[in-house]
Structures are given as C-alpha cells and as structure tokens.
C-alpha cells in the first residue's frame, strides 16, 4: 500500500500514513517539514529530503529513535529548534559542530572556551540553549544572524564581541545569560528581537530591538529588580536618552510589534501583554493598528473583547465600542446584544 502524505496547500508535511515505515522519501514539490512533522515516528531509520524542501520546522524529527540517516538537500535554509533532538543522527554525528549548510544545529562538545567554524553564516535556533560550560564563545567572521535563544540560560558567559557581519539577533538569544557583563555590538544591524538579553543583571544598558537607524532600550533597575523602564531614541543620540513613562512605553512597544510581525517572538509577546495595552490601544485610536492587529490575531481579539468594549466606554470612544460590539456579536454570542448599551 503507498504512503498518503499529510501536504497542506502550501507545501507543508505534516506527517504520513504510514509512521511504522522504516525508509521514508518525502515527495518532490513539499517546501516545508512542518514542526513536530515526524515526532514519535520510532521505526523510522532513514528519511530523504527533497530539493524543494527550504526549511525545517522546530522538534521535526525529535525522538526518533531508530533515525540514523538524512538525506538535506543544500536547498534547506531554516533548521527550528530540537529538529532532531534523540535521534541517532545527531548522537553518531561525528563532529561536535553539527552544521547544516553554513547553519550551526547544535554544539555537542564540553569545551568551556568555544571558537564557532569559520563557514558558520547562522547560529541556530537553541544551539548552544543551557550549555552552562560555556565562558567565551567566538564568533565566525560571516556570521550574519543569532536565532532564537540560541544562548539562552549560558550562565557562565561574560563577554559578547559580535562580528561586524551580525545583522539579527533572535528572541531570547542570550536571556538568562546571568554572569554577562560586556557586549560588543556592531555599528550598524537590521534587528535585535525581543528580550534577546533580558535577565542579564549586569548590563548596563539592555539592547532589546534595533531597526535601521532606531534602538529599543530597557534599563533594569538594581534596587527593585527588573522593573525595566524603557526608551526608544535614535542610535546617534542614545548616550543622551530619559527614562519614558509606561504609557508611553506601550505606544511604543504596540508600534514596534504590529509592523514588525515576521521578527521572531513578536507573535507571543503580544499574546502575552495584550490584555495590559487594550487601554493604549483604545487611546491611540489607529484605525490601520486596530485592523491589522485584528486580522492578525482573532482569536486574541475576541478572547478580550468585552475588555475591548469596556475600554473604549470608559474611554469614550463610543466608535470603537460599538465596532467591538459588532464584532463580538457577529462572531460570538449575540443573547446579550444590549448589555454595554
């Protein structure tokens, strides 16, 4: 019996009908192994990648106990997190840099002073996550881009001197990184994404997002923790920059993170503070915010639509609660169609 593959309209595997089959060949055409795609598959001992395959989503393959051999195209551009975390692929790989087409997956030695190989062009997602030997890392001249916490919870790390190759640094890539103390950062990047270097006591001055010509700072605060008062200012004049008010703060962050959707973390982050900034997002009254938030999250906006309409009431934005209104109605529950009226 042939195996009947789990495709989505935009090319995503998502698994097969057949998770007992020991050699697998994903069909040509498929342009993304979708996360968790093969999790669990334990029979499973070789698998072939094909060339229109660009990338590889997070836990892919994990605990895929008999997977000792994959075939990865040089087409393959994006490895997520864990993507073959308990195979023995990566148990048997025979070098501690586990590198996929310039890509560091993982660092499987014990070395407290780590150099990264010099063809290394990205720093993968959770490559080095936890790996608490570590004291000095040293960077590849062509490093162009940190993933997501991909240092994260390096507690023994205390001195950072990026190439001035580096453009990205990935949500949370050295948060929890307790002992860091310096960083050096290049002149010019195109985004450092959210809470890349939170928990780290030390610093000073907290880059938490760059993008062009402006930088997103937070301080924390010694005396009471980490309070994180925040200001967002031009790079040439940020030695200069005040602390701003939590409001403003929020107008900002609320800025930042809806035209800047596709950084890595922007998603959860808003989906974590949103319920916080529903009463600067009545107040900035941005129509373009307000939809493109909505499209963008539904599920999040009618989670917290009676917060919404309570808002913009006490707000008096009677435009923007009957709006709410519609939609919770037209969408949800209408039985209390008169409640906020």
């Known amino acids: 019996m042939s195996i009947q593959w789990n495709i989505t309209r935009k090319g995503r595997v998502t698994g097969c009908s057949d998770p007992e089959s020991r050699n697998l060949v994903i069909p040509d055409g498929v342009k993304e192994i ?3 795609a093969f999790r669990h598959y334990r029979w499973m001992e070789s698998i072939v990648i094909p060339e229109s395959v660009e990338r590889i989503g997070g836990e892919a393959f994990v605990d895929c106990r008999n997977l000792r051999e994959i075939i990865i195209p040089e087409s393959v551009n994006y490895i997520g997190h864990d993507a073959f975390a308990g195979t023995p692929w990566l148990e048997n790989y025979p ?19 780590v150099r990264i190989p010099e063809q290394v062009t990205v720093i993968g997602n959770s490559a080095m996550k936890e790996y608490r030997n570590l004291r000095k890392v040293i960077f590849p001249e062509h490093l162009t881009e940190i993933k997501r916490r991909a240092f994260r919870s390096c507690e023994n790390l205390t001195d950072l001197y990026f190439p001035d190759s ?45 993008s062009h010509e402006k930088i997103f700072f937070t301080f924390p605060d010694k005396n009471i923790g980490y309070a994180w008062p925040s200001a967002f200012v031009d790079l ?38 949103f319920p916080e900034m529903v009463p600067v997002l009545i107040r900035l009254h941005d129509e373009n915010l307000i939809q493109k938030l909505n499209l963008q999250f539904p599920e999040l906006f009618q989670k917290h639509i ?4 309570m808002e913009a009431n006490r707000q008096k934005r009677h435009d923007l609660q009957i709006r709410f209104m519609h939609d919770k109605y037209q969408y949800g529950d209408s039985s209390q169609s008169n409640l906020y009226l």
């Open 166 to 210: 580096l453009k990205l640094i990935g949500y949370e890539a050295f948060k929890s990184c307790t002992e860091l103390r310096n960083i050096r950062l290049p002149s010019v990047m195109d985004g450092i994404s959210f809470e890349a270097f939170a928990e780290c006591p030390y610093l000073e001055r907290v880059p938490m997002f760059v």
């Open 236 to 273: 040439k004049v940020y030695e200069d920059m005040e602390m701003l008010l939590p409001e403003i703060r929020y107008d900002l962050m609320f800025q930042i993170y809806v035209h800047h959707l596709d950084e890595e973390g922007s998603a959860e982050y808003i989906g974590r503070h």
């Open 34 to 36: 979708g996360d968790h």
């Open 95 to 113: 070098d501690d840099f586990v590198i996929i087409n310039q890509i560091l997956v993982k660092y499987r030695g014990t070395d407290a002073e």
């Open 306 to 309: 009676d917060k919404l309409i």
